[in-house]
């Protein structure tokens, strides 16, 4: 077993999925007994990392939802800015599994340059409707 600490996150690293599961629940009860919270929808990292295939993945339900913030941007023509850093973020996040779709964050991003008031309104024009 391996644990790998980066920054504010744990990594947890076995020969088998029981494994994984029995070191993680010890590592959140030792967690528990020392008074360190932890956010139970922080426990896994979004992501899958199979090291059968060697392939990074995310989960079936960041990628519904994922789907569902797209369609649920790319028929409107403003958004505020809170919602556009919301999106960005997710996205940004997918992007450390997806890493070409960096390229199609550049213009959501720039988008968001000088805006100030998490309020503002911003148009979505057909470029960025085209990246997403």
Do not use: Y
């Not at 920054?7 to 010890?26: P, Q």
């Not at 403003?78 to 992007?95: A, D, Y």
């Not at 309104?121 to 057909?126: A, E, S």
């Amino acid at each position: 077993m391996g644990i790998l600490h980066l920054l504010d996150d744990f990594l947890i690293v076995s020969k088998s999925l029981s494994s994984c599961v029995d070191n993680l629940r010890a590592f959140l009860k030792t967690c528990d007994d020392l008074g360190v919270p932890m956010a139970p929808e922080k426990t896994f990292a979004g992501m899958e990392l199979d090291t059968q295939t060697m392939e990074a993945r995310l989960p079936e339900d960041k990628l519904a939802k994922c789907r569902a913030l797209i369609w649920d941007f790319l028929p409107r023509k403003k958004v505020t800015l809170s919602e556009l850093q919301s999106l960005i973020g997710f996205l940004n996040f997918t992007c450390s599994v997806i890493v070409p779709g960096r390229t199609f964050l550049c213009r959501l991003i720039n988008l968001t340059v000088r805006v100030k008031r998490p309020r503002h309104f911003i148009r979505l024009n057909r470029e960025t409707k085209t990246d997403l």
